[in-house]
């Protein structure tokens, strides 16, 4: 990866961070080349602050640090895009964008961290993780009785009924993707290559 920093005076270029889950656009900011090494060594993003005349990593005060999951430049290797999975709010407002939070890619890709969180974690109280050890067949059994009920519930008139059981079946095939060893971006892009 070859940036060059030579294309404005003050030797900077600017940074877009984006969420590598949702792919929500978090922030931008500005890099030096000392600040690109940091953040390369330590993968935790670090900024130059034009404000402080310094480097500045990210979250050294609030610990809402920025973990680096890919790091891409464009294609005239002036501009620095860092995927990141932030911690906490990413926004010295306290929201999770510095921009509108309706840019984020979707809820369910919150959901899906949460559900690899806990499976990974092996949080013993969580009825996620809890069927997840149960294995590859309660899991898909579960996706099965779920997608039976919503379509008992398309029949009827309740749209509470339908989009509850619709959630349900959601929520357990996120399960199964993840016993599968799957994600929502794999079926995203088959879905993709058949549009």
Known sequence: MK????????????????????????????????????????????FFSRSKNRLWTKGEESGNFLWVKELQVDCDNDTILIKVKPVGPTCHKGTTSCFAEETSKGF????????????????????????FKRGINKVAQ???????????????????????????????????LKAKGFSLQDIESVLKSRN
Do not use: C, W
């Not at 978090?26 to 940091?38: I, P, R, T």
């Not at 379509?151 to 357990?172: G, M, P, Q």
């Open 3 to 46: 940036i060059d920093f030579t294309k404005s005076e003050d030797g900077l270029v600017p940074v877009i961070i984006q969420n590598s889950n949702t792919l929500q656009v978090l922030m931008l900011g500005y890099m030096n080349e000392e600040a690109l090494v940091k953040t390369e060594k330590e993968q935790k993003v670090t």
């Open 108 to 131: 369910l890709y919150e959901l899906e961290e949460t559900i690899h969180e806990r499976i990974d974690n092996d949080v013993e109280t969580s009825y996620t993780n809890k069927l």
């Open 142 to 176: 579960k996706v099965g009785e779920e997608a039976v009920e919503l379509v008992i519930e398309a029949k009827d008139n309740d749209d509470n009924l339908f989009t509850n059981e619709a959630a349900d079946l959601l929520y357990h095939y996120l399960i199964l």
